[in-house]
Every structure is written in C-alpha cells, then in structure tokens.
C-alpha cells in the first residue's frame, strides 16, 4: 500500500519561509506525479503545484507563481515545495498527493494523498 507523509509545516511571519517535504513509501516512486494542494478553513481544496515523474515540469497555481517551487529527489522518494515570501493568506493546511495517470490540477486525478501539515503565516 502506497503511504504518503508530510512533514516541514509550522508557524512562520510573513515574508518567511517554509520547505515542506512529502515521503512516499511506494516501490517505484519514479511512476507517480506528484502534486501539493492545500486547505484554508471554509474553503475548497486547492491545486497549488505538481511536477511530472521525471522532474522535467512544473506547474503552479498562479497565486503562488514565483514564489513556491516544487522539486523531487526519486533517490530519497521525495518530493518537496520550498515556500518563500509566505503570505497570511498561504495559511492552509497542505497536502501532498500522488498520480500515476497524468499531471492535473484537479483533486480528483491524485490518489493517494497524505494526511497534512498545517502552515501558518502571521501578519
């Protein structure tokens, strides 16, 4: 069974920094797509990034364009969003999720997810 688990989540001013790192426990993690979303209290579940298998391409939401970036370690089974300029309204909590089928944006394209890590950035 495939497990993914976040972990680099916190608490952070804005203009701060974060890395978040997502492990997968998965025999060929060279296979999966891999995508970062995330979930601020009352809203929908958002896309915020994902890369291709190969690392070859990256994809962001726009609201974070140029200052996240998505990059993965298939050595380690990896995968990581390095956050920099954070703002109050990154606060969320961030899931990493897994595709074998294609990159998207969509939610619906990723299984499975982890569990989370909660971001939050103070003005």
């Known amino acids: 069974q495939v497990q993914l688990v976040e972990s680099g989540g916190g608490l952070v001013q804005a203009g701060g920094s974060l890395r978040l790192s997502c492990a997968i426990s998965a025999r060929t993690f060279s296979n999966y797509n891999m995508g970062w979303f995330r979930q601020a209290p009352g809203k929908e579940r958002e896309f915020v990034a994902a890369?291709?298998?190969?690392?070859?391409?990256?994809y962001y939401a726009d609201s974070v364009k140029g200052r996240f970036t998505i990059s993965r370690d298939n050595a380690k089974n990896t995968v990581y969003l390095q956050m920099n300029s954070l703002k109050p309204e990154d606060t969320a909590v961030y899931y990493c999720a897994a595709s074998t089928l294609f990159v998207s944006t969509a939610p619906a394209a990723y299984n499975p997810w982890g569990q989370g890590t909660q971001v939050n950035v103070s003005s």
């Open positions: 890369i291709n298998w190969p690392g070859s391409s990256t």
